[in-house]
Each structure stands twice: as C-alpha cells, then as structure tokens.
C-alpha cells in the first residue's frame, strides 16, 4: 500500500490545480488527549482512535468530502452549494450537538476498550469560500481563512462545547440558534483589529477567555509564570484546598485575568475557570486566591497519584 511519503506528495503537488469552493469546516478535538497517551499503550491508543474516527465519519458525517486527522481530533469539509446551504449547516451543526452529547458514549460495549478514555470534546465550525488543492482527481488539501477560524473557534470551545461564527448562524433556524449564546472576539490572525460575531453553546458548560472578548492588537499584557509542587494527596487533605499568590502588577481589569495550568509530565493543560480563583487586596497589595478542588478531580480522572509539577500562568492587562 502506498504512502504519503514525501516523494509521493511531491509528485502529487507537481499535478495540483487549485479551485475554489464554499464549505463548512468543521473542527473537533478531543480534550485530555496529551494526558491520554501518556497513560496507554500505543496499541490501546490506535483502538480508540479509529473506534472515535469511524463513529464520527460514518455515524455523524456521511457527507463529508474531506477529512483530516489533525493529531488530537480531525477537520471535517462539507462543500455546499446555494440549492444546498440551508440543509448542509442546519445538519452539519445538528450532528455537531450529538457528537457533543453523545461522545462520552462513543466506546461503551467496545470489548477492544477497558481502559479510561477521554470525555469532553470542543468543536468549532465555520463557513466560506476555501481553496481546494487537487491532483489526479484526490483532493490534497484545503486551505483558506474559514479553515483557520474553525481551528480558532474551536479553541474557544473549553473546556468542551460548540463555537461557530455569524456568518454560520444566518442559515440557521431560529430556534437552534436561540439555543446559543452570542459574544464578539478578537482573534489573532483573524480579527485582531476589529472582532467578530460568534455563538457558544453556553448551555454545555462553554466559557469564552476575557482576553478575547477585548481589542487584542493595543493591549499590553503581563504574564508571570509560577511552578508548585501540587500534592493530591495533601490537596484533598486540605478543608479549604486554597494556594494564594500575589500578583506582581496591579491588573488594569481584573475581569480579563486568565489563568492556564500545564502539567508539564503528561502534557495536559487547563484554562482555568473564572470561578475556580478570586481577584483581592490585601494592604493594598494584589493576590489571587485558588480553589484547587477543580484541578484535583480532573488530574483523578487523569489518572494521576502523589505529588506532580504545575505550571501556572497568569497573565492580564496592565
């Protein structure tokens, strides 16, 4: 069977004419997949990815012309014409909400699967003219802005949930998207300068940074960095499961701070939610107080014991 191999691309784009195309793109990735493979056999990690591969691309997205692995998740292109738009987003973002609720279910009766998996997925999704790369009647890739906002909407799905732009919405009935919520972003490379509309599905948990509901481009930002040796077993020991640190700057709008958590050893990282710490002064100095009970239950579910490195970021407007 042939490859992919270098050469074989190569030849591949010596052929290549370019089209253009409208499509959704649809971008979905897996939460906790770092921390996932860390923690399984390669051989465990192939069973789940092609069991959620197969469950997506038959199951939810018949249609699709092109499909992506992207490492933790897949790009997903439905082309649409202007007889077909109406019925391509309207199904496209129905098949996105049930891959939403029903993932957590995606292995359950596998017998290959008797291992932990991950439970939460983001999805972000978009519309638009894009690029079509074709050789020898395969198409090689796509490219384009409407597949760089879905990646980037898709990021914005934390810590799981549905995000897409207006450009999407305007297609879509009015009682699926009275069942979103409407926020503008500044995104960068994409609307660093003046934002954008998009919906999330607030009803799933989804939380939009602060530090992309403000203008990006003239801001300027503080960030310090902070390492601790964060113990399970001594956390859930604590009745408070409080760690405060001060803040070397005055925020010039504590609302906008946003707080990330890696775990360096498995790769796992977190946007931490507004309401797991709290903005205060003391003596007139600056300090974030955390309720590290949230970090706790997902490094449980990680599967992780003992004492490990947490990396804190912090970062906000000065």
């Not at 799981?160 to 305007?170: P, R, Y």
């Not at 009803?203 to 992309?212: D, L, R, W």
């Amino acid at each position: 069977m042939e490859h992919l191999t270098p050469s074989v691309l190569k030849d591949l784009l010596q052929k290549a004419t370019g089209e253009s195309q409208h499509v959704v793109a649809v971008n979905i990735d897996i939460r906790g997949f770092s921390a996932f493979c860390e923690r399984v056999e390669s051989a465990d990690l192939v069973v789940f990815i092609k069991q959620v591969y197969e469950k997506l691309v038959d199951g939810y997205f018949p249609n699709a012309r092109f499909v992506k692995p992207t490492g933790d998740g897949l790009l997903i292109v439905i082309p649409y014409r202007k007889e077909t738009v109406k019925e391509i987003t309207g199904n496209t973002l129905e098949a996105c909400t049930r891959v939403h609720n029903e993932f957590p279910s995606f292995c359950t009766g596998e017998e290959m699967i008797s291992f932990r998996v991950p439970q939460k997925i983001g999805i972000g999704l978009s519309r638009g003219a894009a690029s079509r790369i074709v050789a020898n009647g395969l198409t090689v890739d796509y490219s384009g802005r409407v597949l760089n906002l879905a990646s980037r909407l898709m990021n914005l799905a934390r810590p799981s949930g549905i995000v897409f732009d207006a450009g999407f919405v305007q297609m879509l009935p009015t009682e699926i998207r009275s069942t979103f919520s409407r926020s503008k972003v500044w995104l960068w490379g994409i609307a660093e300068h003046d934002p954008i509309d998009i919906y999330y599905s607030k009803a799933y948990g989804t939380k939009i940074p602060a530090m992309f509901r403000k203008r990006l481009d003239v801001r300027k930002w503080h960030t310090q960095k902070k390492t601790i040796i964060f113990s399970l077993l001594e956390s859930e020991e604590k009745k408070d499961h409080l760690w405060l640190t001060p803040l070397e700057r005055e925020p010039a709008d504590p609302s906008e701070i946003t707080v990330v958590v890696k775990i360096p050893k498995s790769g796992a990282m977190w946007i931490v939610s507004n309401e797991s710490y709290v903005y205060e002064q003391v003596a007139g100095e600056p300090r974030i107080r955390f309720d590290l009970s949230p970090l706790t239950k997902e490094l449980r579910k990680l599967g992780f014991a003992g004492a490990d490195r947490c990396k804190f970021s912090i970062s906000y407007p000065r």
